[in-house]
């Protein structure tokens, strides 16, 4: 990122940790308390709905919505019953999601990328390379996604079993899944990285979720070894 092509900031309120990016002559202070603003929005719609509905935050399992919800939550709802993973799965890409689309509006902008705990949702006018962390795997930050402008608006979502505090059931470094909705990338991220039970796995994990029409690109890293595939071109980082 450190290019004068962006401008940055960072906007957190307790569990929530945003990273901003935007074209940087465009970039305005009040961007930031809105981006606040926004957190505090979405956060206040989701934990009003805990409080009436507890297991919408400790299911491990889809759950049947509600009538009379917000937008958001029926996302949630509705990733968690694609995925076969609970609801708050898809949390973090729901809300880079929401509040990429609100900048977007907000102050008609070309370019906005949120980074939401290791999430990203991204809107781009040229093209951009997300590297895929992976922990203490020898390939962390060797693999690249080439974002190309016609492949935005784009949910980039990675889930680890070994890296960060979100629960996971399976041992791969990290599962990268690109989808256009946030909400869904979260989830299978999530999904698939609890199917990784061994580095042996990694391809037909791989394979199975391309198979879902939902999903664009896969790359999930174990150890020294990875397995990639989709639409979005992928290279190798020196």
């Known amino acids: 990122m450190g290019n004068p092509r962006w401008k940055s900031f960072r906007t957190r309120y307790k569990e929530s940790d945003l990273w901003v990016a935007l074209d940087a002559g465009r970039y305005d202070?009040?961007?930031?308390?809105?981006?606040?603003?926004?957190?505090?929005?979405?956060?206040?719609?989701?934990?009003?709905?805990?409080?009436?509905?507890?297991?919408?935050?400790?299911?491990?399992?889809?759950?049947?919505?509600?009538?009379?919800?917000?937008?958001?939550?029926?996302?949630?709802?509705?990733?968690?019953?694609?995925?076969?993973?609970g609801p708050m799965s898809s949390v973090a890409g729901v809300i880079a999601e929401y509040i990429c689309n609100d900048l977007l509006m907000e102050f008609n902008l070309s370019e906005v990328i949120i980074e939401n705990g290791g999430d990203i949702f991204m809107k781009l006018t040229s093209p951009a390379t997300i590297s895929v962390y992976a922990g203490d795997s020898p390939l962390s930050e060797k693999i690249g996604l080439d974002v190309k402008p016609e492949n935005t608006p784009l949910s980039v979502c990675c889930s680890s079993g070994k890296i960060g505090h979100s629960l996971s059931f399976g041992i791969a470094d990290a599962c990268m899944v690109a989808c256009r909705s946030g909400a869904l990338a979260d989830a299978f991220a999530t999904a698939y990285c609890n199917r990784v039970k061994s580095s042996k796995m990694i391809g037909e994990v791989t394979e199975h979720a391309l198979l879902n029409p939902e999903i664009l690109s896969v790359v999930i890293i174990s150890g020294d070894k990875v397995a990639i595939g989709g639409e979005i071109s992928i290279r190798v980082l020196s």
Do not use: W
């Not at 926004?38 to 709905?49: F, P, S, T, V």
């Open 29 to 85: 202070p009040p961007m930031e308390k809105f981006v606040l603003d926004r957190i505090l929005c979405y956060r206040n719609i989701i934990e009003d709905h805990i409080t009436g509905a507890p297991e919408f935050a400790s299911s491990l399992a889809p759950l049947v919505p509600p009538s009379g919800i917000s937008q958001i939550l029926t996302e949630m709802y509705s990733a968690s019953q694609l995925t076969s993973t």
